[in-house]
């Protein structure tokens, strides 16, 4: 009999960081996780970006909650001896002169704190990049390498017994009369006081959690080859642009309702292709 503190089931981002957490912590994890390639945490770009949207707008506690995620990826870098985060600004692109105008008149009353650097209303020269009515500078942004970081967390878990490779089976779970301990057993073998699901949009096929009114969508990203953009920055218009080191980005990303498409499709591909294209003079393939 396995005998632990909390079982966790998804090894995303959530779930990896809130293992190892609990586990730094002292607390005793088990995490189950089937390892699909396609999960939404294996394929993000990891962008970190406190003003987003078509609104602009800051995100939720982003001056409490960045220099934390910051510090704790370092604090991992240095535990795994590999680089996971890189600080780096963003250029939001201005796509028209009435938006321009509208994020200045927005600014008079300071609705970002010190997110914003700059705020330009002409072309800031960038190599390969269209920006005729400018745009802001974004600071304190950055993007994560997501998918080097759960292999990291994943090696380690699988070395240690708390990382098993294995589809959790709902079905399987039983909870004990309350106030008994331990509160759940799984598959007669695994006891647990708590369980916490960090399944992503597999909450629809959850018995505890399916009743919740979750719609999940779809994304798909396109990674290219651009040699006349620069590495130094995320570029922000209609997509994102982040670089991935040897003249390679990831652009992203569509947003696709129910039903689902297997793979990347023509059509995700075409879009993406399209609005890196109003991006970027430079070619890509």
């Known amino acids: 009999m396995t005998d632990c503190d909390f079982l966790v089931v998804g090894h995303g ?5 809130l293992a190892d957490e609990l586990h730094r912590r002292g607390h005793r994890v088990l995490v189950y996780d089937a390892g699909r390639p396609d999960s939404a945490s294996r394929v993000a770009a990891g962008l970190v970006n406190p003003v987003a949207g078509r609104r602009f707008a800051l995100a939720w506690r982003a001056d409490e909650l960045i220099p934390y995620a910051t510090a704790y990826y370092r604090a991992l870098e240095a535990r795994l001896g590999q680089a996971f985060y890189t600080a780096a600004p963003i250029f939001k692109v201005f796509g028209s002169e009435e938006e321009q105008v509208a994020l200045i008149a927005r600014s008079a009353k300071q609705p970002w704190g010190d997110f914003v650097a700059e705020i330009l209303t002409h072309d800031p020269g960038l190599p390969g990049v269209l920006a005729p009515h400018g745009g802001a500078w974004l600071r304190h942004g950055g993007y994560l390498a997501v998918a080097e970081l759960l292999a990291a967390l994943a090696t380690e878990g699988e070395a240690a017994g708390w990382l098993r490779r294995e589809t959790f089976d709902w079905a399987r779970l039983v909870s004990a009369p309350a106030g008994a301990a331990p509160a759940f057993i799984y598959n007669g073998t695994v ?5 916490v699901c960090c399944e992503g949009a597999e909450a629809v096929n959850n018995p505890y959690f399916n009743w ?5 969508n779809q994304g798909e990203v396109l990674d290219v080859e651009c040699t006349g953009l620069g590495p130094e920055q995320v570029l922000n218009r209609g997509a994102y642009v982040v670089p991935l080191g040897a003249g390679r980005f990831r652009v992203g990303a569509t947003y696709r309702w129910p039903p ?13 292709a399209t609005r890196l294209g109003a991006l970027t003079s430079a070619p890509f393939a």
């Not at 919740?212 to 999940?216: A, G, Q, R, V, Y």
């Open 260 to 272: 689902f498409a297997e793979g990347p499709t023509a059509d995700g591909r075409a879009e993406l």
């Open 13 to 17: 981002l959530a779930g990896a960081t």
């Open 191 to 195: 006891t647990a006081r708590y369980v």
């Open 212 to 216: 919740l009114p979750i719609t999940p």
